[in-house]
């Protein structure tokens, strides 16, 4: 998944290649396929300037990028008025950053009450970390029922690792092994759902281009 730095908006490589694809045969210069602009030249200098201009208008992408970008260069402070701008806008990814923060103290006063608020939030918003961060939680008080409730959404969605959870709630006799083969059949096929020829295609362009330093059309 990668974002496109004009209007923050993101892109999942199949539709990144299948857009380029389309330009290159129809004889089109390239654009951002959101806003149609020319899409910009994505060196740092000019990502920053366009992620800037972005959380000016209040673009909870590109607030949440700021912050992270101000974490990376130890700003927690900074950080942190980002993503509780992005979090008041509903980005789940903010909220679980700000979870993060208040859980362990960095930049902010450890409260668990807000870091589970925010943890919360993440998880209601379609954050799938924080939806197993929860599960977790949750077994570690020994509630395996509203564990094993957390780890079958973020399996539905796809998560890898919340099948592996869940797997090991049923080898512990927590959860039926008929129960855990219907969440596997749910995950297999939203799993399924995400592939295409055209998203196929664009993540092996980017393992060329990772090995040989280039894109192929």
């Keep these: 998944m990668a974002m496109i730095s004009c209007c923050a908006r993101h892109i999942c490589a199949g539709c990144e290649f299948a857009n380029a694809l389309r330009e290159i045969e129809e004889g089109l210069k390239p654009t951002c396929p959101f806003c149609r602009l020319p899409a910009p030249y994505e060196d740092d200098e000019t990502w920053e300037v366009n992620m800037k201009r972005r959380a000016e208008a209040d673009d909870p992408a590109a607030l949440q990028w700021m912050g992270i970008s101000c974490q990376e260069k130890g700003d927690y402070n900074g950080a942190f008025e980002f993503w509780t701008r992005a979090a008041e806008l509903g980005d789940s990814q903010s909220h679980y950053q700000l979870s993060v923060m208040y859980?362990?103290?960095?930049?902010?006063e450890m409260d668990e009450k807000k870091g589970m608020h925010h943890l919360e939030e993440a998880a209601i918003g379609g954050d799938i970390v924080a939806r197993?961060?929860?599960?977790?939680?949750?077994?570690g008080n020994g509630r395996f029922e509203r564990a094993e409730k957390h780890f079958?959404?973020?399996?539905n969605l796809g998560c890898e690792d919340a099948i592996n959870k869940l797997r090991?709630?049923?080898?512990?006799?927590?959860m039926s092994y008929k129960d855990l083969n219907t969440v596997i059949n749910t995950h297999q096929a939203?799993?399924?759902?995400?592939?295409?020829p055209q998203r196929e295609a664009g993540e092996a362009n980017l393992r060329r281009a990772a090995r040989e330093g280039g894109y192929d059309s």
């Excluded at 197993?132 to 077994?139: D, M, P, R, S, T």
């Excluded at 079958?152 to 399996?155: F, L, P, V």
């Excluded at 939203?190 to 295409?196: C, H, N």
């Design 103 to 108: 859980h362990g103290g960095h930049g902010v």
């Design 190 to 196: 939203a799993l399924d759902a995400m592939k295409s």
């Design 152 to 155: 079958t959404i973020a399996a």
């Design 132 to 139: 197993v961060v929860l599960g977790v939680l949750e077994q």
């Design 168 to 174: 090991h709630l049923q080898l512990r006799g927590f």
